[in-house]
Nanobody, 115 residues
């Protein structure tokens, strides 16, 4: 059974930082590349950061240099360190397998950045 639980979102000001966490079931986490996705109001869900099982990372241009993805395989947990947040980062953030997500999505965690 796939389990994905995101946490750590909140309301912050532009320039602030947040750390998101994703607790995933071992069946999806252990050997797959994982990613953080986000969906802003009225927009399609987009993949913003990925990390392979071996720790290689990739970022969307819009977050490169500001976001850092990491994973702790011993805890089946993934993180997204978000620095220098901008109002356009406002979205619901989700974690899932990447770049091809599973059909199951967790509830996500809301990040709201005020200007």
């Amino acid at each position: 059974q796939v389990q994905l639980k995101e946490s750590g979102g909140g309301l912050v000001q532009a320039g602030d930082s947040l750390i998101l966490s994703c607790a995933a079931s071992g069946s999806i986490f252990s050997r797959n590349a994982m990613g953080w996705y986000r969906q802003a109001p009225g927009k399609q869900r987009e993949l913003v950061a990925t990390i392979t099982a071996g720790g290689n990372t990739n970022y969307a241009e819009s977050v490169k240099g500001r976001f850092t993805i990491s994973r702790d395989s011993s805890k089946n947990t993934m993180y997204l360190q978000m620095n220098s947040l901008k109002p356009e980062d406002t979205a619901v953030y989700y974690c899932n397998k990447a770049p091809s997500a599973t059909g199951y999505w967790g509830q996500g965690t809301q990040v709201t950045v005020s200007s």
